[in-house]
């Protein structure tokens, strides 16, 4: 049976490997988007281009968004599953975290879905007034620059929260 240290590197291998690949595979469908066709002018103005790899692009973003919903869902079942490990670890609420930390990007999104306008947008001469999907893109947006913004203050109080036990 392996120790602990040993399960550790192996995962550690393969996030590293899934890392590169990934890496690997954005950067030649971009730099293939780039250099492969993408001068093509547009057939309704030739003012515009119209690169010939933009549907792969577009399935690329789609895979790479779908993966990460599938990341997300596993660990959070793994995480929900993991019941039977004890509330309180060395004095950390680890359990209570979890779920708090869950309910309250839950709540930050909800709330921006429902709190934020959805007013028509005009975007390069064309009208968009779809309320569901500028609802969407208001609340992902709006929570993600809120939950940019909370991290990186969170890290600034562990800092110095740090600085002053020393």
Request: charged share 15%; aromatic share 10%.
């Amino acid at each position: 049976m392996k120790s602990n240290i040993q399960r550790h590197k192996t995962a550690e291998r393969i996030s590293r490997l899934f890392l590169y690949a990934t890496t690997a595979v954005i950067a030649l469908v971009f730099l293939l988007y780039y250099f492969v066709g993408y001068d093509m002018p547009a057939m309704w103005d030739e003012k515009y281009n119209s690169p010939a790899l933009t549907d792969l692009v577009i399935i690329l973003m789609v895979l790479l968004m779908a993966g990460a919903c599938v990341a997300v869902v596993c660990s959070v079942v793994r995480t929900i599953r993991k019941v039977h490990s004890p509330a309180v670890v060395n004095g950390i609420r680890g359990r209570l975290i979890t779920w708090s930390v869950t309910f309250a990007v839950v709540a930050l999104m909800a709330v921006s879905f429902l709190a934020l306008p959805a007013d028509r947008l005009l975007a390069n001469g064309k009208v968009f007034d779809e309320e569901l999907w500028i609802r969407m893109t208001n609340m992902f947006v709006t929570s993600s620059t809120l939950l940019i913004l909370i991290g990186i203050l969170s890290i600034l109080f562990g800092i110095i929260k740090n600085y002053r036990r020393k």
